[in-house]
C-alpha cells in the first residue's frame, strides 16, 4: 500500500521560505513521476510542480522562479523548497504519485498525501 506523508508547512512572513517533504512508503517511488498540488480555501486544486525520475521538473506559471521541486530516490523523499513566499501561496500542499512517464505533467496522479498548511502572513 503506497503511503504519502507531508511535512515542513508551517506560517512565515511574505517574501520568507519553507521547505516541504514527502516521506513515500513504496518501491515504486523511485520510477514513478512525483507532484505536488495545493489548494485554497474556497479555491480548486492547484498543481504546482511535477518532477520525473530523472528529477525533470515542470512548474505552475504562478510559482515559476520561486520553488524548486527535488527527490532523494534513495531515501523515497520528494521535497519543494519553496522561496520568496506570497500570500497568495497560502493553501494546503500535498504530494502525489503517479505512474512512470517522462510527462508527469499530464499523468492522472493514483495516490495523495493528507497535506500540510502552509500560511503567509502579510
Known amino acids: 500500500q503506497v503511503q504519502l506523508v507531508e511535512s515542513g508547512g508551517g506560517s512565515v512572513q511574505s517574501g520568507g521560505s519553507l521547505r516541504l517533504s514527502c516521506a513515500a512508503s513504496?518501491?515504486?517511488?523511485?520510477?514513478?513521476?512525483m507532484g505536488w498540488f495545493r489548494q485554497a480555501p474556497g479555491k480548486e486544486r492547484e498543481k504546482v510542480a511535477t518532477?520525473?525520475?530523472?528529477?525533470?521538473?515542470n512548474y505552475a506559471d504562478s510559482v515559476k522562479g520561486r520553488f524548486t521541486a527535488s527527490r532523494d530516490n534513495a531515501k523515497n523523499t520528494l521535497y519543494l523548497q519553496m522561496d520568496s513566499l506570497e500570500p497568495d501561496d497560502t493553501a494546503i500542499y500535498f504530494c502525489?504519485?503517479?505512474?512512470?512517464?517522462?510527462?508527469?505533467?499530464?499523468?492522472?496522479?493514483?495516490?495523495w498525501g493528507r497535506g500540510t498548511q502552509v500560511t503567509i502572513g502579510s
Open positions: 502525489a504519485l503517479g505512474p512512470s512517464s517522462s510527462h508527469c505533467w499530464a499523468v492522472v496522479y493514483a495516490y
Open positions: 518532477i520525473d525520475r530523472n528529477s525533470n521538473t
Open positions: 513504496t518501491s515504486i517511488y523511485s520510477t514513478a513521476c
